[in-house]
């Protein structure tokens, strides 16, 4: 059993009894939801932490025989969070569960617990309380689950399970013979210890006793009080805890509960404090999740000897954060000063009632700002790892910074920090939690997109929409119009970097808009400026997209050009992001021209540095690419290991679409191990692939709905299946030969089951040096038993006649004849000419010229020109008047 997202166990003195009874109370099997209650302060979140870390270790059985969490203890921390909409967050993060776009959170997070034992240990919820409906609903539907959870009130659930946390035992008398035994005068001596290193007890043991009984044994008010032990003696301790105290024990009602409890410490230890050290303290409480030294001399003012001030008394502590950037459990730390959340949200409130909280804010955006833009070109480059696991160690600052610019409409801290943090985003594969922030800056900037004036406006919205786009909250046709919109206004604005990122995003969205010439273009205009402008970051992107796109034709030979030069640029520059994307990209391409060596070592080295950026969607795509690797070679074992690596992984990441090819995957293994019922089963879940026209994936799931098609004897099934694989890549340039990879082997059972061997046997011969590798149908048990079949069926002369013939076939003639149609004569219909193109002609035919043409399609120029020089050749014509007589002689228009 394991235990998750803990935070680091300090030392756990005294509360033996509350423990053994709570570590019972969940051991009941009706206990499904145990809530801690009581004043902040009194440890609760050190108790759960003890019994979270004992049930990990001792495996401590339920009443009933089962085990509790067996599935593992998550802490899930509460107290950052500002509204009770992120607590399916917070817990999706403490269980490393990643959403995906299409259904709720509640959702995802009750389909990921359903099956599993885990208790889950909810800190400081009291805040938070509007949110607990979500607790009853995992509960409900989730039935192995436990929660205990840590509160200042309960939560008023009929699940509800209560027990009152109590101060630590402390003693009555400073007589008692056993006083150093108690659990709240050993924390006192043990802290009191760190701060003076000659202190004893036995000098002090009647004060001591004393604080105890003033702090009731309150653990975080024991810590802080014998901090001041440096300088002041027990007694005085004791006496300035006495004049404040009293609040503690206060019934008014006009005096938040959560602050009944601290209030008084806090309010005694700030008038101890100097006239600066206040000061510094309250403009300190401007960061969030820690900060280093530095940023707070810049932004505060506060020097060295002031953070040790404020260190010694407690108001500030070190700890350590740790970024996942930089490999397997993260290479990158940083020892910086923590503020106590108590401690504060005391001191925001100083600062607010000073009235500096709009310098500090200001002055901690600034910075912020500076910061971001110092690592943008780290970021491109060779410190590429190291800067991004910077920036994360300070996300939750960066945040707060971009969210007050956003709010006072500081537009200047904006652009300085919108490169940097989208790139963030965008290369660790956090698209929700991006587009997300991006968002509040994108609405604020809102009139400025629309008056099309501001160039950082065009800049975030963009870069807004490309992380809505990868996170699957916008779909690719409604951004369109707001595309063409920005590069329209960018080329007004003399911004030919940004110009060249639009056409780039448009070429990325034509990939999905299935307007592969528009995306081609868009890509050519995107290179000619980066060239000219000799950003080689850029061109390492826009080649690399080049390479996708002649993926998506099977020219895998431009493909691998593309690619070559893209990862040769991003390995010269440092950039290890589109390194390893590209190397990605790369195995499939080598792969499919049958260099399997070079293959598999550009996935092994993708793999390597895939590890490095914290991002789990791009180890599961890569994955996907080893795992068609391993198939076309006939590696099936191979395959099947890493389609289940695909699946262990989506446990955590938790997207369909990512799924639907390991299941394409797992549904043609099945079909060529000839095991229907799981092919059947595999097929069934990946349907969604039947909607991509190109990808190697979706002609994998339409092969197997043709074998199995053929195995149910629906021969006309069957058919159909092969007929829609033959017509999507007939609308794309595929050469002759790729489109027969997948489709002539079964077209091959086809002709078997209608009875024609010979015709089988020629089909399954059909070789060309433009194909793919054949591994897969040579050691594929399905078409081992076929052809045994096939050649008792013709004898060993007939079947050996047969393959010769199959080896010397025509290309294109086999093509066209299981497409259905003869080989095209000069004066015979244009059969490539595309909907887009028809559309185009339609428009000359009016009359419009290639501007009108091009603002009623909403496309460029530059494209418009494309796809007339397109329908010039189809149609074998030269100018506009012969190709609108040439199109309507064969009635296209």
């Known amino acids: 059993m394991s235990l998750y997202h803990v935070p680091t166990a300090t030392p ?427 968002q509040v800056a994108d609405e604020a900037m809102t009139p400025l997109i629309q008056t099309g004036t501001s160039l ?85 992107v826009v080649l690399a997209w080049q390479g996708l796109f002649c993926q998506s034709d099977n020219n895998y030979q431009k493909m691998h050009r593309c690619l070559r030069e893209s990862l040769l640029i991003s390995q010269t520059e440092g950039n290890l992001n589109e390194t390893r994307w590209t190397l990605t990209n790369l195995a499939i391409a080598l792969g499919y021209q049958n260099q399997i060596e070079e293959a598999e070592a550009a996935f092994a080295e993708a793999m390597r540095l895939h590890a490095a950026f914290g991002d789990q969607l791009a180890p599961i795509w890569c994955l996907i690419v080893g795992a068609s690797l391993a198939i076309i070679v006939g590696n099936f074992t191979l395959a099947y290991e890493r389609i289940a690596l695909v699946q262990q992984r989506q446990e955590r990441y938790q997207d369909p679409g990512y799924d639907y090819f390991a299941e394409g995957n797992l549904a043609l293994l099945s079909i060529l191990f000839e095991d229907y019922s799981s092919a059947a089963q595999w097929s069934q879940q990946a349907s969604p692939l039947d909607n991509y026209s190109t990808y190697f994936s979706a002609n994998q799931w339409r092969f197997v709905r043709v074998i199995l098609a053929l195995q149910q004897g629906d021969i006309e099934g069957a058919r159909g299946y092969l007929a829609r694989m033959l017509v999507l890549q007939s609308g794309h340039k595929f050469s002759m030969a790729q489109r027969l990879w997948l489709a002539a082997p079964v077209a091959a059972l086809l002709a078997w089951h209608e009875g024609n061997a010979s015709r089988a046997v020629e089909l399954l011969a059909l070789t060309h040096p433009d194909m793919p590798p054949m591994g897969w149908i040579e050691h594929a048990p399905l078409f081992k038993r076929i052809r045994a079949e096939l050649e008792a069926v013709l004898g060993p002369e007939g079947y050996a006649l047969a393959w010769e013939r199959g080896r010397h076939l025509s290309i294109e003639e086999t093509f066209n004849r299981l497409l259905g149609v003869e080989t095209k004569t000069p004066n015979a219909a244009p059969r490539e000419l595309t909907t887009r193109e028809v559309e185009i002609l339609g428009l000359i035919a009016e009359g419009q010229s290639n501007r009108e043409i091009a603002e009623t399609l909403v496309l460029t120029v530059g494209t418009v020109k494309w796809y007339v020089n397109q329908v010039y050749s189809k149609l074998g014509v030269g100018s506009r008047t012969q190709a609108v007589a040439r199109a309507r002689e064969l009635k296209l228009i």
């Not at 044994?217 to 007694?235: D, K, N, Q, S, Y």
């Not at 404020?310 to 950037?325: A, P």
């Not at 002055?363 to 690592?375: E, K």
């Open 12 to 438: 756990f003195i005294g509360m033996d009894e509350v423990l053994a009874e709570i570590m019972s109370r969940l051991c009941e099997p009706n206990c499904r939801l145990l809530t801690l209650i009581g004043p902040g302060g009194m440890g609760k979140t050190r108790l759960v932490v003890e019994i979270g870390r004992r049930i990990s270790e001792d495996h401590r059985p339920s009443l009933d025989g089962n085990m509790v969490a067996t599935d593992g203890v998550y802490f899930v921390a509460l107290q950052s969070l500002t509204t009770p909409d992120l607590i399916p967050h917070a817990i999706a993060e403490a269980l490393e569960l990643q959403f995906y776009d299409g259904e709720s959170p509640e959702y995802q997070l009750t389909e990921f617990l359903k099956s599993r034992d885990v208790l889950l240990i909810l800190d400081n919820f009291e805040h938070l309380l509007d949110g607990a409906d979500l607790i009853s609903l995992l509960l409900a539907l989730a039935p192995n689950l436990k929660c205990l959870v840590t509160s200042r009130e309960a939560l008023n659930l009929h699940e509800e399970w209560l027990t009152v946390m109590p101060g630590m035992p402390y003693p009555s008398d400073a007589n008692d013979d056993h006083l150093a035994e108690y659990a709240a005068v050993r924390l006192f001596v043990q802290q009191a210890s760190r701060m003076r290193p000659d202190f004893a007890l036995e000098a002090e043991r009647e004060a001591v006793a004393h604080i105890c009984r003033l702090l009731e044994g309150t653990p975080l008010a024991i810590e802080m009080a014998a901090c001041w032990v440096r300088a002041l003696t027990c007694a005085e301790i004791a006496t300035e805890i006495e004049r404040g105290l009293d609040i503690l024990q206060s019934p008014a009602r006009n005096i938040p509960a959560r602050h009944r409890s601290m209030r008084a410490v806090l309010d005694q230890s700030w008038l101890l404090l100097s006239e600066n050290d206040r000061c510094a303290m309250a403009w300190l409480a401007v960061f969030q999740g820690g900060f280093i030294r530095q940023a707070a001399e810049a932004i505060t003012g506060a020097t060295v000897h002031e953070l040790s001030t404020l260190l010694d008394k407690s108001w500030l502590r070190w700890g350590e954060s740790r970024s996942v950037i930089g490999g397997q459990g993260g290479q990158h730390t940083s020892r910086r000063y923590e503020i106590h959340a108590l401690l504060h949200q005391y001191a925001a409130e100083k600062l607010a009632e000073e009235g500096d909280a709009d310098a500090a804010y200001a002055a901690h955006a600034l910075y912020y700002a500076v910061f971001m833009q110092q690592r943008e070109k780290d970021v491109k480059g060779r410190r590429q790892v190291e800067a991004l696991a910077e920036i994360e160690l300070e996300l939750e600052n960066v945040r707060t910074a971009w969210q007050w610019a956003s709010r006072c409409s500081d537009w200047n801290v904006i652009d300085q920090m919108v490169e940097s943090l989208y790139l963030f985003f965008d290369m660790t594969g956090r698209f929700i939690e991006g587009a997300a922030l991006l």
């Open 456 to 540: 950082t406006a065009q800049r975030l919205h963009l870069r807004y929409l490309r992380l809505l786009t990868q996170a699957g909250r916008l779909s690719a046709l409604d951004l369109r119009p707001d595309i063409f919109q920005s590069l329209t206004v960018l080329q007004t604005l003399n911004a030919p970097l940004e110009v060249a990122f639009a056409y780039c995003f448009m070429g990325q969205m034509s990939f999905h808009w299935d307007d592969w010439a528009s995306g081609e273009v868009a890509l050519q205009e995107a290179e000619i400026i980066v060239r000219q402008q000799d950003n080689r970051f850029l061109l390492a």
